[in-house]
């Protein structure tokens, strides 16, 4: 046998005992376990359980598959990312180089995926009779630099700005630190608080009526409006200015279009942090998400798609 036949039945063996697994590869009963747990779950920003949970709706009732949300803030649904306790959390923000490199280093493959864009809406009693603030005056009412109405609106015979946010560790306080501050944290005084969901944000403001909430805009819809312009009757949404002074024409609120156009300064993205190295049940309704059906979704909740194939309407809302 010349040496080319050797090599040529060499080879062919080397092939047909790769197709039969060995002694040392037999699953690992304790990794799988592991996997399918941090799979069947999925952790999500509280501010988003509206538009998580009619996703999740859709995708289920269509694939049968089975995946349970955790809607708790965002610090702790990171955390469980990076613990592995589960493959997908729904953020505001991409992974942190440190994040993404920890992963990397344990052999994940973590990838921020945008699906769609929010907006940061701030809420007030009904009885306050303004309607308008800059983003200057929501800075200094953070900052602790303003802590009455009055000092804003003269008129205003409210009293003391009792301001309150969803939780300590949510994506709503993340952002306004962030974004709004540069990095600086709220103000120590008695003046900022937070209770525990968004729902409790807008019952607190129903019934204070020197109150100033902030939560996620996809909490304020109206589902029987197709149009996305009507807000819930038991509160006001604030029109948020660029300028110096916060007048009607110049202030917007966060509906869908204003979203769109960029006219609406409190903006953010919606991600989807996904760590799920089999391409399971996680990478599946992450990819639904993204999805046209994914997307109508969210476009009918009154947010905006990040799909640039979504017909975002533009509709002419009365400013009062």
Not at 134 to 160: A, C, M, S
């Amino acid at each position: 046998m010349n040496a080319f036949n050797k090599f040529t039945r060499l080879v062919g063996l080397t092939l047909i005992l790769g197709l039969f697994p060995g002694c040392g590869n037999k699953p690992n009963p304790a990794l799988e376990e592991a996997y399918q747990k941090a799979a069947s779950v999925l952790a999500s920003d509280e501010s988003f359980y509206p538009i998580i949970d009619e996703e999740l709706y859709y995708f289920t009732t269509q694939t049968l598959d089975s995946i349970t949300p955790l809607y708790i803030n965002e610090q702790d649904a990171v955390k469980k990312l990076m613990k592995i306790e589960t493959f997908l959390a729904f953020t505001t923000r991409d992974f942190t180089e440190k994040e993404r490199q920890s992963l990397k280093d344990r052999k994940y493959l973590p990838r921020a995926i945008p699906i769609a864009y929010d907006g940061l809406a701030i809420i007030v009693n009904n009885a306050n009779p303004d309607s308008c603030i800059t983003i200057k005056d929501f800075r200094r009412i953070l900052k602790g630099e303003v802590t009455q109405w009055n000092e804003i609106y003269p008129h205003n015979k409210l009293g003391d700005i009792d301001v309150v946010f969803d939780n300590p560790l949510s994506s709503t306080v993340r952002w306004c630190v962030d974004s709004i501050l540069g990095g600086q944290q709220f103000s120590t005084g008695k003046n900022i608080g937070a209770v525990k969901t968004s729902a409790a944000v807008i019952d607190y403001v129903e019934n204070h009526v020197n109150s100033l909430g902030i939560i996620g805009s996809n909490w304020l819809n109206d589902k029987r409006d197709t149009t996305n312009v009507t807000f819930k009757k038991n509160i006001s949404v604030m029109g948020v200015s660029k300028m110096d002074s916060a007048k009607s024409y110049n202030s917007w609120k966060p509906y869908q279009y204003y979203l769109y156009n960029g006219n609406y300064p409190l903006r953010r993205t919606i991600y989807a942090l996904l760590n799920d190295t089999r391409n399971g049940v996680p990478s599946g309704f992450a990819h639904f998400v993204q999805l046209p059906k994914g997307q109508k979704i969210i476009l009918r909740a009154g947010l905006l798609p990040r799909s640039a194939n979504m017909n975002v309407r533009d509709v002419i809302v009365n400013k009062e």
